[in-house]
């Protein structure tokens, strides 16, 4: 994630309301309440990355 946007996210997601949590994949995730919304593209291959291409 590029050093600007993980700004935006991270104002954006600041003021959020945790609703839960949950351990995946050897990792804990955290469910926020929030209205943002993120448009993103999958890229194909073998490690299947995702490119944010919007936050509104």
Same mark, same amino acid.
């Given at each position: 994630?590029?050093? +600007?946007?993980?700004? =935006?996210? &991270?104002?954006?997601? #600041?003021? *959020?309301? /945790? +609703? #839960?949590?949950? =351990?995946?994949? &050897? #990792?804990t995730? !955290? ?6 919304? +993120?448009? +993103?593209? *999958?890229?194909?291959?073998r490690? &299947? !990355?995702?490119? /944010? !291409?919007?936050?509104?």
């Open positions: 994630m590029k050093p +600007v946007l993980a700004v =935006q996210v &991270g104002e954006a997601l #600041g003021g *959020a309301m /945790v +609703v #839960g949590e949950r =351990q995946a994949g &050897g #990792g995730y !955290t469910r926020v309440e929030t209205d943002l919304v +993120v448009e +993103v593209l *999958a890229g194909t291959g490690h &299947g !990355t995702l490119t /944010v !291409t919007r936050m509104r």
